[in-house]
């Protein structure tokens, strides 16, 4: 998901073009986020004492979700994705390019501990039995 601190800066583009040369995109949705949908895609995260401040920023303007594709892909789009924090991600990463914080780290890619189906059907639910 590129989440809306890249959209604001113009970034969306930039961000794409760097999946695509690893990765085939499925399916694209641009939205924006109301308060229950966004405490219901970050759940995992409730009661940790950063959500209630994930939840604002993630509904604070659009996102464009992706749909990606590729073999290793949970572990290669997170080397493609960097570190959570931009200043320790690896130089070249999207994060290492882009990021300006670890909250405003541009983009969000499922955790493969965190079951990325869920959030897969979150923002593309009749997408049944893909080859993601």
Same mark, same amino acid.
């Given at each position: 998901?590129?989440?809306?601190?890249?959209?604001?800066?113009?970034?969306?583009?930039?961000? =794409?073009?760097? @999946?695509?040369?690893?990765?085939?995109?499925?399916?694209?949705?641009?939205? @924006? /986020?109301?308060?229950?949908?966004?405490?219901?895609?970050?759940?995992?995260?409730?009661?940790?004492?950063?959500?209630?401040?994930?939840?604002?920023?993630?509904?604070?303007?659009?996102?464009?979700? @992706? /749909?990606?594709?590729?073999?290793?892909?949970?572990?290669?789009?997170?080397?493609? =994705?960097? *570190?959570?924090?931009?200043?320790?991600?690896?130089?070249?990463?999207?994060?290492?390019?882009?990021?300006?914080?670890?909250?405003?780290?541009?983009?969000? *890619?499922?955790?493969? @501990?965190?079951?990325?189906?869920?959030?897969?059907?979150?923002?593309?639910?009749?997408?049944?039995?893909?080859?993601?």
């Amino acid at each position: 998901m590129i989440k809306p601190d890249a959209v604001k800066r113009k970034l969306i583009g930039e961000i =794409i073009k760097c @999946l695509e040369k690893e990765f085939d995109i499925l399916d694209i949705k641009f939205t @924006l /986020l109301n308060q229950k949908q966004a405490e219901d895609f970050y759940a995992i995260h409730k009661g940790k004492e950063f959500f209630n401040g994930l939840v604002d920023f993630i509904t604070d303007g659009p996102v464009v979700a @992706l /749909l990606l594709q590729g073999d290793n892909i949970q572990e290669r789009v997170r080397k493609v =994705i960097g *570190a959570t924090d931009p200043k320790k991600a690896e130089p070249g990463t999207i994060r290492a390019r882009f990021g300006t914080s670890v909250q405003q780290n541009v983009v969000h *890619a499922s955790n493969p @501990l965190e079951e990325p189906e869920r959030e897969i059907a979150f923002f593309f639910p009749d997408i049944k039995n893909a080859n993601y």
